[in-house]
């Protein structure tokens, strides 16, 4: 499976961001998809994971109400729609594919990542 991450930016506070994650692979739904993110000084963190075929859920209690994870099979993608956007949400994202886990290690599969930046 191979990962390609999009869509990250500058955004002011309070704005919104549309993360994608696009898969090539013919397997891709077999695998849940964690997006994670690692500002500089700090160790890489889960922000949201979806399972595969049966989505489950989870996210990070900082982002809970403000993000939302969702893939389409079909098309090979996972979104990560960020609203209300904190300063403190700024690090390279990236996506995976894996187990449905919070542990980077449990992750086989990464995408380049990509830059998101809030000002305030």
């Known amino acids: 499976v191979q990962l390609q991450a999009s869509g990250g930016g500058l955004v002011q506070a309070g704005g919104f961001l549309r993360l994608s994650c696009a898969a090539s692979?013919?397997?891709?739904?077999?695998?849940?998809v964690g997006w994670f993110r690692q500002a500089p000084g700090k160790e890489r963190e889960v922000v949201a994971v979806i399972s595969g075929s049966t989505p489950s859920t989870f996210y990070a209690d900082s982002v809970k109400g403000r993000i939302t994870i969702s893939r389409d099979n079909a098309k090979g993608t996972v979104s990560l729609q960020m609203n209300s956007l904190k300063p403190d949400d700024t690090a390279v994202y990236y996506c995976?594919?894996?187990?449905?886990?919070?542990?980077?290690?449990?992750?086989?599969?990464w995408g380049q990542g990509t830059q998101v930046t809030v000002s305030s």
């Open positions: 995976a594919a894996g187990a449905y886990s919070v542990r980077p290690d449990d992750y086989n599969y």
């Open positions: 692979g013919s397997t891709f739904s077999r695998y849940a």
